[in-house]
């Protein structure tokens, strides 16, 4: 399986057969192999999450499935689609998804939880290989906002993460942004309190890797420090690993 940090939460997960292209708003998009199926996710429809430039992928890739998050589509109806240049070939091709489900699509699967901030989170298995991507499902504390819309900003985002509690990824691409100051481990933490992975992959850092080293040395890390990648993958070309 190999991996590519794309940009912020824009990340990229090949397996034997398939390539699966996460929350893609900016950067470099790798060259795919056309002889793979392709899997285009859209976590929700903020603008460092989802760019209608993905759509651009099916002119090269014939073979390409794109599966976004229902609120895309309570934003945009299809006419606004038309008018960003998706043909009603292209928009075929898209499955739209809300949380809680779990659906099989084109040869994987795809299960959801709800964000706690906008949209879904994404569970996907394929070729064997179990992938957790977050989108902006996190533990989401600012010390600008009240006590109370903290406490229900962390019940939300447990309540989440509890539903899927014991179970193991293969990767695991997660929230770690420093906005949040002293509180930017709390979402990986917990996480990590309830399911294991093979590799994390932090996101959505806003250009800040600094905050990977930063998590590994933080003393919640300590029973799984071992299983964040090398910052390597943020500041050497190519953002890739093979794993």
């Known amino acids: 399986m ?7 939460s824009g990340v990229a997960v090949e397996t034997d057969k398939k390539i699966l292209v996460f929350d893609y708003y900016k950067g470099q998009m790798p ?7 392709i899997f285009v996710f859209a976590s929700h429809v903020h603008e460092d999450h989802f760019n209608f430039e ?21 934003k945009y109806n299809k006419k606004y689609f038309e008018k960003r240049g998706v043909s009603e070939e292209i928009y075929e091709k898209i499955f739209f998804i809300s949380h809680d ?8 699967t795809v299960e959801t939880l709800l964000s706690n901030d906008c949209g879904v989170a994404f569970i996907v298995t394929a070729d064997g290989k179990k992938i957790y991507h977050s989108g902006d499902l996190n533990d989401w504390v600012w010390h600008g906002e009240g006590e109370e819309f903290n406490r229900n900003i962390t019940a939300a985002y447990k309540k989440e993460i ?8 293969d990767v695991a691409f997660a929230v770690v942004d420093p906005r949040q100051n002293d509180d930017f481990y709390k979402g990986a933490d917990y996480l990590f309190k309830n399911v294991t992975a093979d590799i994390f992959v932090p996101i959505h850092f806003w250009g800040d890797s600094s905050v990977v080293e930063k998590l590994r040395c933080h003393a919640s890390a300590k029973n799984w420090k071992n299983i964040i990648v090398s910052e390597d993958i943020y500041t050497k070309m190519p953002h890739k690993i093979t794993i």
């Open 101 to 108: 489900k779990k659906e099989e699509i084109n040869g994987i």
């Open 2 to 8: 190999e991996i590519t940090y794309i940009e912020h």
């Open 54 to 74: 993905i759509f651009n992928l099916a002119e090269k890739y014939k073979d390409i499935t794109y599966i976004l998050s229902n609120d895309i589509k309570r």
């Open 31 to 37: 060259e795919l192999d056309n002889n793979k199926s």
């Open 162 to 169: 509890d539903k899927i509690k014991g179970r193991h990824f």
